[in-house]
Structure formats: structure tokens, C-alpha cells
């Protein structure tokens, strides 16, 4: 069974740069697409961007020039950075895989709250 | 960007049957995905497009199916119990960007 872990600083200061690692369990990084999506409170899901195992990349073009994402194929991992963060980016950020013919999301981590605040 | 538009809330009674909509610009063209989201957990895949047709995952109900034609794609449940209350979204790939593109969802109050 695949399963995905966020792990991460829970509270980030203003213009300060959000990290998260997403390690995946029961399947190695292989043809899929490694999603970060994320969900302010209250509010609904947005598209952050995904890389694979080769690092082709693509992102939400409302937070690329903000965005890094990185993948680590030897521990299984991939990870986002978001710069210069505000509070418009405290949400509940997850880790997904995205199915590479038919582009759905099939494995989602638990999710992590990110509160930017001083 | 492509934009999916949902209604904010859908209220059925216990058994009958309840529809979400989800409508895009010819979105008809696109294999939909949807969602089930409940209070404090992750998103569920429901219903996911395979060689055109809806399917569904392993362990979801057959009650739960989906439809897709013209602007708008439908998640339909039959018989819909307590436990179905949840936020649904739909979902779709924007060919044109390589993007993913999420419904604003749907609160479905049984």
C-alpha cells in the first residue's frame, strides 16, 4: 500500500520560506506525478505544482515565481520551498501522487497545517 | 487558465438521490475526476476517468458515478446515506498549461 508523509515547521514568520518534505512509503518514486496541493482553512483545493523522478517541473503560474521543488530518488522523498511567505499562504498543505495517463490523484498524504504568522 | 465552477452547497434527504455538477468551457472533452473530502482527512478519489468511461476506486460504493457531456460533469450518489455528507471537487487536467485544476467544491448536507 503507497502511503505519503508531510513533514515540516508547522509555523512560519512572514517573508520567511515555507519547506516541506513528502516521503513516500510502499512504492518508489517511479512514473507518477509528485503533487503539492494546498487548502487554506475553510477554503477549497489549489494546485501547487509537481515534478517526477527525471525533475521535469511544472508549476501553479500564481506562485511559480515563488516556488521550488526538489526530488531525492535515493530516499524516496520530494520536497516543495514557497519564499517570501504571507499569510494568504497558512493552509493545510498535501503531498499527492498524480496518475500519469489519466491525471487524477489517487494517494494524498494526511496533510500538515503551515501557519505564517509572526 | 481553465476554470471549474460548482454549486457551494447541494441538501438531500437520507435515500434519495443527490447531484453535484461541476461545468467547465466544453469540459465534456476532459476526463473528470472527483473527490470526497471530509471534516480534518485528506481528499478520497470517488470517481476517476478511465479510456473515457467513469470509474471507481476499489472500496467505493457503486452508489457513487459520474457523467460528463457538453459544459457540464455530474458526480451522481444513489441512495445517499448520513455518512455521505462531505465537501466534493471536481478536477480535470488543462491540457494547454500541463496544470491541474480543482471544482471550488461542494458542501452535499444530507
Known amino acids: 500500500q503507497v502511503q505519503l508523509q508531510e513533514s515540516g515547521p508547522g509555523l512560519v514568520k512572514p517573508s520567511e520560506t515555507l519547506s516541506l518534505t513528502c516521503t513516500v512509503s510502499?512504492?518508489?518514486?517511479?512514473?507518477?506525478?509528485w503533487t503539492w496541493i494546498r487548502q487554506p482553512p475553510g477554503k477549497g483545493l489549489e494546485w501547487i505544482g509537481y515534478i517526477n523522478r527525471s525533475g521535469n517541473i511544472n508549476y501553479n503560474p500564481s506562485l511559480k515565481s515563488r516556488l521550488t521543488m526538489s526530488v531525492d530518488t535515493s530516499k524516496n522523498q520530494f520536497s516543495l520551498k514557497l519564499s517570501s511567505v504571507t499569510a494568504a499562504d497558512t493552509a493545510v498543505y498535501y503531498c499527492?501522487?498524480?496518475?500519469?495517463?489519466?491525471?487524477?490523484?489517487?494517494?494524498w498524504g494526511q496533510g500538515t497545517l503551515v501557519t505564517v504568522s509572526s | 487558465s481553465y476554470v471549474l465552477t460548482q454549486p457551494p452547497s447541494v441538501s438531500v434527504a437520507p435515500g434519495k438521490t443527490a447531484r453535484i455538477t461541476c461545468g467547465g468551457n466544453?469540459?465534456?472533452?476532459?476526463?473528470v475526476h472527483w473527490y470526497q473530502q471530509k471534516p480534518g482527512q485528506a481528499p478520497v478519489l470517488v470517481i476517476y476517468y478511465d479510456i473515457d468511461r467513469p470509474s471507481r476506486p476499489s472500496g467505493i460504493p457503486e452508489r457513487f458515478s459520474g457523467s460528463n457531456s457538453g459544459n457540464t460533469a455530474t458526480l451522481t450518489i444513489s441512495r445517499v446515506e448520513v455518512g455521505d455528507e462531505a465537501d466534493y471537487y471536481c478536477q480535470v487536467w488543462d491540457s494547454s498549461g500541463d496544470h491541474w485544476v480543482f471544482g471550488g467544491g461542494t458542501k452535499l448536507t444530507i
Open positions: 499527492a501522487r498524480g496518475s500519469v495517463v489519466n491525471r487524477f490523484f489517487d494517494y
Open positions: 466544453n469540459v465534456g472533452s476532459k476526463s
Open positions: 510502499g512504492d518508489s518514486i517511479s512514473i507518477y506525478y
